[in-house]
C-alpha cells in the first residue's frame, strides 16, 4: 500500500508571493490534516479535512487555507509568504475508525 | 500552543541501555500516541494507548498512562543505533480531528 505523498519536497519562495501543497492520502482514507513544523513552535495543527469537509482549523492567519477533493487528495494554500512561514509542513491521513495517523515525508519550504 | 510538555528535551545513551522519556498534557483526552521523527522527516506512529488503559506494550516500546497525572512515559528497551531520532508525544482530545503534540525528545544511541 503506498504511503501518504506530498509534493513537493522542497520549495523555495520568496516573500509576498504564494505557494501550493499537494498531499496525496492512502489509498481508502478520508480524513486529511495538516501541521507545521518550526524549530520555535514545534508542529502546529493547521487544519483537518474529511470528506471535501474542513472539520477543523488551527490557529493561524487567514493567509493560510486548505482543501479537500473528491478523491481525498488534499491541497493547502498560503499566500502573501513571510519569512516566519518557513517551515515542514506535513501532512497526515487517517482511516474512519482508527486513531493513528500516517505521516508524509512533508515539504520544507524555505521563504527568502 | 502546545498541549504537552517532554522531559528530558534531550537524551544521550549507549546502544543497549534503555531510555525513558515522559510526557505531560493538560486537558482530558481520548488517547495518547507517540511518533517517532528521523532528521526533519515525517513522523512514524509508534504506539497508543487509550484513555481507558494504563500500560501498552509494542516489541521493545512500553508506554504508560496516568490521566490522574496527564502523564505518560515512554521506554524503549534494548536500544539501537537506528533508535537514534526525536520522539513525540500527542494527544487526541474530544472530537476536535487533531493531535496536540509535545515539544519532543531527541534520543541519541553512541554505539
Known amino acids: 500500500k503506498a504511503g501518504v505523498t506530498q509534493t513537493p519536497r522542497y520549495l523555495i519562495k520568496t516573500r509576498g508571493q504564494q505557494v501550493t501543497l499537494s498531499c496525496s492520502p492512502i489509498s481508502g482514507h478520508r480524513s486529511v490534516s495538516w501541521y507545521q513544523q518550526t524549530p520555535g513552535q514545534g508542529l502546529q495543527f493547521l487544519f483537518e479535512?474529511?470528506?471535501?469537509?474542513?472539520?477543523n482549523k488551527g490557529n493561524f492567519p487567514g493567509r493560510f487555507s486548505g482543501r479537500q477533493f473528491s478523491n481525498s487528495r488534499s491541497e493547502m494554500n498560503v499566500s502573501t509568504l513571510e519569512l516566519g512561514d518557513s517551515a515542514l509542513y506535513l501532512c497526515a491521513s487517517r482511516s474512519d475508525g482508527s486513531y493513528g495517523y500516517t505521516f508524509g515525508s512533508g515539504t520544507r519550504l524555505t521563504v527568502v | 500552543s502546545q498541549q504537552g510538555e517532554e522531559d528530558p528535551q534531550a537524551l544521550s545513551i549507549q546502544e543497549g541501555e534503555n531510555a525513558t522519556m515522559n510526557c505531560s498534557y493538560k486537558t482530558s483526552i481520548n488517547n495518547l500516541q507517540w511518533y517517532r521523527q528521523n532528521s526533519g522527516r515525517g513522523l512514524v506512529h509508534l504506539i497508543l494507548?487509550?484513555?481507558?488503559?494504563r500500560e501498552k506494550h509494542s516489541g521493545r516500546l512500553r508506554v504508560t498512562l496516568d490521566t490522574s497525572k496527564k502523564s505518560s512515559s515512554l521506554l524503549i528497551t534494548a536500544s539501537r543505533a537506528a533508535d537514534t531520532a526525536s520522539y513525540f508525544c500527542?494527544?487526541?482530545?474530544?472530537?476536535?480531528?487533531?493531535?496536540?503534540f509535545g515539544a519532543g525528545t531527541t534520543v541519541t544511541v553512541r554505539a
Open positions: 479535512y474529511f470528506s471535501e469537509t474542513q472539520r
Open positions: 494507548i487509550r484513555s481507558n488503559e
Open positions: 500527542a494527544t487526541d482530545g474530544s472530537n476536535d480531528y487533531k493531535l496536540s
